[in-house]
């Protein structure tokens, strides 16, 4: 028992074996439609999870009732943030149409930067009044 030698390439064959086991590389599943639409549709490493185990939300460190309540804070800032692109309540034009007056109009003259106020209107979905106005 004295002055036992273990051999590299045993412990390197272990460490190796040990490793890929609990990587969960033996109970790999193959990727499917969902899984692809889980990876691209998840924000943080809790819904990703999630959605990686749909139905298993003890897999990700949580109750059913959290999995829940963190699904539907996602779902609800998912349909706020998806507005239609057809849908801007006339604010784009108005910008646009301040914008060729602003820089267009000779008299009577402009103050500010219309260029510049443009692209704060199209941030603001307003036209900034107070920065460029009409003398």
């Known amino acids: 028992m004295r ?7 045993v412990v390197c064959a272990f ?3 040990m490793l890929g086991c609990s990587s969960g590389a033996v109970s790999r599943r193959s990727a499917d439609s969902h899984d692809a639409y889980a ?4 924000t943080d490493s809790m819904s990703c999870c999630i959605q990686r185990n749909p139905g298993v939300p003890e ?3 949580l109750s059913a009732a959290e999995a829940a309540v963190h ?3 996602m779902d609800a800032a998912a349909k706020h943030t998806v507005k239609d692109a057809s849908e801007d309540d006339g604010w784009k034009q108005h910008c646009i ?4 007056r602003c820089r267009d109009q000779k008299k009577p003259y402009w103050v ?3 260029y510049a106020c443009f692209r704060n209107c199209e941030g603001q979905r307003e ?3 107070e920065l460029c106005y009409q003398r």
């Open 97 to 100: 149409d301040t914008y060729v």
């Open 71 to 73: 699904m539907a804070g």
């Open 112 to 114: 500010g930067d219309c």
């Open 59 to 61: 897999a990700c460190g």
């Open 15 to 17: 460490t190796v074996l």
């Open 39 to 42: 990876l691209a549709a998840c």
């Open 3 to 9: 002055g036992q030698v273990i051999a590299p390439d």
């Open 127 to 129: 036209w900034p009044y």
